[in-house]
């Protein structure tokens, strides 16, 4: 069955430091993946996709199908990037999306 | 576009009361897609409709919960004879198309149950 698992419920980094919101996921086919991102106050909002390849806000993530991860990374995180992070999978062909259990980011100016 | 529209933002119910959740999608979208989220919990798929068709209930709980997506109006979410467990934030969303359109979320809904 497919899983998502974000191992870190809370990280807390000081302003200017890297950050990495860890997301391992179960299943053995070619999934699509997706960070959301929910700032105070504010709807859950996508963040970015892997089959875009793009940086979102300075963030990258890639698919590594080796580890089943997908990490999300940015080299120098803001005060603004505090918020809770979900990673979520698709399955090909599938109508919904699997969530992890979300990582709450703070950022310490 | 004022995108996914969800009321009430609080629903406040005793236990045996029904409890009635709206979802307008964004303008454009006829996929609707609803999500359970328990305290401590990620978000949980329930049920994906499309205009008067239910199309994936696999989510749902077999019992006290029903769905639906009229040709005019929002997506209503009902559960009937609420239980204290019912007591989650649940979220809406739509997208353009199934396949390789990604879901927009409403702000969801928090349901209490007394």
């Known amino acids: 069955a497919q899983r998502v698992t974000q191992p870190e419920k809370l990280l807390s980094v000081f302003k200017g430091a890297p950050v990495e919101l860890k997301c391992n996921y179960s299943y053995s086919g070619s999934p699509e993946l997706f960070w959301y991102v929910q700032y105070s106050r504010q709807r859950l909002q996508l963040l970015l996709r892997h089959i875009s390849r793009e940086s979102i806000k300075g963030f990258t993530a890639d698919l590594n199908k080796g580890e089943t991860s997908f990490h999300l990374k940015k080299p120098f995180a803001q005060e603004e990037d505090s918020a809770m992070y979900y990673c979520a999978l698709k399955v090909p062909g599938a109508n919904n999306l699997f969530f992890g259990t979300g990582t709450r980011l703070t950022v310490i100016p | 576009n004022a995108g996914v529209m969800q009321n009430p933002r609080h629903l406040v119910r005793r236990r045996g009361q029904e409890a009635r959740l709206r979802c307008s999608p964004m303008?454009?979208?006829?996929?609707v897609y609803w999500y359970r989220q328990l305290p401590e919990e990620g978000l949980k798929f329930m049920v994906y409709?499309?205009?008067?068709?239910?199309?994936?209930e696999s989510g749902m709980p077999k019992e006290r919960f029903s769905a639906e997506f009229p040709k005019e109006g929002p997506s209503i979410l009902r559960i009937q004879q609420v239980v204290r467990g019912d007591s989650a934030a649940y979220f809406c969303a739509s997208s353009l198309d199934r396949a390789k359109q990604p879901q927009h979320f409403g702000d969801g809904t928090r349901l209490s149950i007394l």
């Open positions: 409709l499309q205009k008067e068709n239910i199309i994936d």
């Open positions: 303008k454009g979208h006829s996929h």
